[in-house]
């Protein structure tokens, strides 16, 4: 088989990876992503933790996510593009705000901190004299990692007397240490994505209901705009 030959077999075999792909991580479309997750975080606090709401980040696909995602490609697009008469965002943008939404989608509530801030402050608040917590495990629990003082812990679980100011200080510095390790973790996952995006993605060729949502919705979309 001469060289040429051989350059055109490995051609034809080439890593769809290696092509160019249009980007979708742009300024605008980080400002806007940024936007849903401050509207999707403060919704669903207030509508479960202010009004006692059913909790919205339950299901794969958070209701105010899907809501505010197809308001922005049903109407918001449809409205920009109207004004301008051209297409304002490329598909590939309007891809990375979902993507932001979806992280920003189990933060909140029921997602990592309503599990997380309860979890460290219950050790101290329910330690009983039956239960023998305080000489369980109150000497293995580091100042650092959780808050110690019982009248910061009975304020969190029962509320603060009215005009009390919030005791940040007991806070901040147990909260900075978990979300270390949060980034950590989030970090993690995302490289072990990354690292087994081309054999899920080019050759497995695996389905993500998910993204079939958002493809459906961003049918008709170009990817430069």
Not at 2 to 18: F, T
Not at 71 to 95: A, D, I, K
Request: net charge negative; aromatic share 14%; proline share 7%.
């Amino acid at each position: 088989m001469d060289k040429a030959a051989q350059r055109e077999i490995l051609g034809s075999q080439a890593d769809p990876v290696s092509e160019t792909e249009p980007t979708g991580v742009t300024v605008r479309a980080v400002f806007l992503g940024l936007v849903l997750v401050v509207c999707v975080n403060a919704f669903m606090i207030y509508t479960e933790y202010v009004i006692r709401a059913s909790a919205n980040n339950y299901s794969h696909f958070p209701i105010y996510v899907f809501c505010s995602f197809a308001m922005l490609t049903l109407l918001g697009l449809p409205l920009m593009r109207w004004f301008t008469g051209r297409q304002v965002l490329s598909r590939s943008e309007v891809f990375t705000i979902l993507i932001m939404g979806f992280v920003a989608g189990v933060v909140p509530s029921n997602g990592l901190t309503g599990f997380l801030i309860v979890v460290i402050a219950t050790p101290f608040y329910f330690a009983t004299p039956e239960n023998h917590w305080a000489e369980i495990f109150h000497g293995h629990i580091p100042s650092w990692i959780a808050p110690r003082d019982p009248e910061t812990v009975r304020g969190f679980f029962e509320g603060l007397p009215p005009g009390a100011p919030i005791p940040w200080a007991a806070w901040v510095g147990p909260l900075f240490w978990w979300m270390c390790f949060v980034v950590a973790v989030f970090g993690l996952s995302a490289s072990i994505a990354a690292i087994l995006k081309r054999q899920w993605v080019h050759h497995e060729r695996l389905t993500y209901p998910l993204v079939g949502v958002a493809e459906d919705l961003t049918e008709g979309l170009e990817d430069g705009a």
